[in-house]
């Protein structure tokens, strides 16, 4: 069983910016893709960006220009780094690994972006 440690989350005011990491720990069969989603209080998960593994990459529209994603495959890493940040960047935020068993899911960690 993967399991998904994310860090880097925090609090910081608009314009800010944070990086957040998440490393896979435990057996993977193939990775396919990562990527990073996200919940509003109130609101439904949302998708971030996400890296597959032939380097495409897709940001939510919200989020385009703001916001980096990187992979390291050797490591099984991915990163999001997060300009310019928003008050309405605010959410749990979670890394995201698909691969031949399946999607798996990381426990979150929390960004606060005050005004």
């Not at 910081?12 to 396919?32: E, H, K, P």
């Not at 495409?56 to 385009?64: G, L, P, Q, R, T």
């Amino acid at each position: 069983q993967v399991q998904l440690v994310e860090s880097g989350g925090g609090s910081v005011q608009a314009g800010g910016s944070l990086r957040l990491s998440c490393s896979a720990v435990g057996i993977t069969y193939g990775i396919n893709v990562m990527g990073w989603y996200r919940q509003a209080p109130g609101k439904q998960r949302e998708v971030v960006a996400t890296i597959r593994s032939d380097g495409s990459i897709n940001y939510a529209d919200s989020v385009k220009g703001r916001f980096t994603i990187s992979r390291n495959n050797v490591m099984r890493m991915v990163y999001v780094a997060m300009n310019s940040l928003k008050p309405e960047d605010t959410g749990l935020y979670y890394c995201n690994l698909e691969d031949s068993r399946g999607r798996h899911w990381g426990k979150g960690t929390l960004v606060t972006v005050s005004s």
